[in-house]
């Protein structure tokens, strides 16, 4: 008999989507589905579509709740969920008609904790295709704490599977047993990434598949279509003070995790950091840097330097020792101005180098 997957859809103020989203649920090759629609206090016709499809299909369920953002509605679907697997959607996208098949088929195969896919985004101006995600086909073994950090400071934070949730199935009894939940997206603005961050401390075994099963619409009004490529450095400081301290409770034997903690700070925070200027890093980290967090991680990240070029591979080891420099100089203006004149100089040999060699 076919395993009980938990879909869960937040519904806020999408009702030019989602009937498209509904259909591509309801439509599921896979047809053992509890289909949570979670209403977040939506001001236009999305309760009333959700009521029809309801009226229509036995399997969706209706939550009424207040407003109160992505991560809490989230977090009440999953109160109701009764699947051995949960999958989470977004209300204004819709998935392949054979996702969740292609996704229990594969996790049930490799005896997986979590199945990753691809992503295809498209424009909502003119249904373009703007981007797609095509994960490496592979296995990933995570016995140990040592292996699950790495995954997430090579792999994972550096997108190597994508940050969103949505490209990815995942066991409830995993998410049940350690009460994993979204923090709030109102403060932290990524909590898909601190999500996965604390699924992925218990994960043993995580496989990708390169098949492009999620169709991401990109909408100006959406959470990650306003500001998107704004450096964000509080909010996800602040996801790393969560994680870190999740970690702490976790990190089995000799708190490995928690004890190269700098190694997974310096590969997140790379991804705000990479949208300025190396020169503008001191100032970009100006309102988190009294934070008692950073202060640890800056000392120990620039202590660490030396070793990031072995655990990142050369180019990205190379601009994380170049960031981790100039944060903890940060202060001292001489040698800032002659590292990132230096940094500088060293980029654009190495341009130079790459265009030469494609010629």
Not at 4 to 22: D, G, H, Q, R
Not at 83 to 108: P, R, T
Not at 164 to 177: P, Q, T
């Amino acid at each position: 008999m076919e395993k009980l997957v938990t879909v869960i859809v937040p519904v806020y103020n999408v009702e030019s989507y989602l009937a498209k989203c509904l259909d591509s649920v309801v439509g599921q090759t896979y047809r053992n589905l509890q289909i949570i629609l979670v209403n977040d206090g939506t001001k236009d016709n999305s309760l009333e579509i959700c009521e029809k499809y309801a009226c229509d299909d036995s399997r969706i369920i209706i939550i009424n709740k207040q407003n109160g953002g992505l991560s809490s509605a989230r977090n009440k679907g999953m109160e109701y969920a009764e699947g051995e697997y949960c999958y989470f959607m977004d209300s204004d996208d819709y998935i392949e008609s054979d996702l969740i098949e292609k996704a229990v088929a594969k996790m049930e195969s490799e005896a997986a904790d979590m199945v990753v896919f691809g992503i295809e985004r498209f424009r909502e101006e003119d249904g373009g295709v703007a981007e797609t995600f095509e994960p490496e086909e592979r296995v990933y073994e995570l016995a140990d704490p040592r292996q699950r950090f790495e995954f997430i400071a090579r792999e994972y934070y550096q997108c190597h599977v994508a940050f969103e949730v949505w490209n990815k199935l995942y066991r409830m009894d995993i998410i049940k047993k350690y009460g994993i939940q979204f923090e709030d997206n109102r403060v932290i603005f990524s909590e898909d990434v601190c999500f996965l961050s604390y699924y992925l401390l218990h994960a043993c075994r995580i496989v990708s598949m390169s098949d492009k099963l999620y169709h991401y619409v990109i909408r100006g009004s959406s959470l990650t279509g306003i500001g998107y490529k704004e450096p964000k450095v509080k909010q996800f400081h602040l996801l790393l003070n969560y994680v870190y301290k999740y970690a702490g409770q976790y990190d089995d034997g000799e708190h490995y995790i928690r004890s190269n903690f700098e190694y997974m700070y310096v590969s997140l925070m790379h991804d705000q950091y990479k949208r300025v200027g190396i020169g503008e890093l001191p100032a970009l980290i100006s309102d988190v840097e009294e934070d008692e967090l950073f202060k640890e991680m800056s000392v120990r990240a620039y202590r660490s330097r030396g070793h990031y070029i072995r655990f990142f591979g050369l180019k990205m080891g190379d601009l994380l020792s170049d960031e981790s420099y100039v944060i903890y100089h940060r202060h001292n203006k001489a040698k800032i101005s002659f590292a990132v004149r230096l940094i500088q100089l060293k980029r654009n040999i190495r341009t130079m180098l790459k265009n030469l060699k494609q010629r």
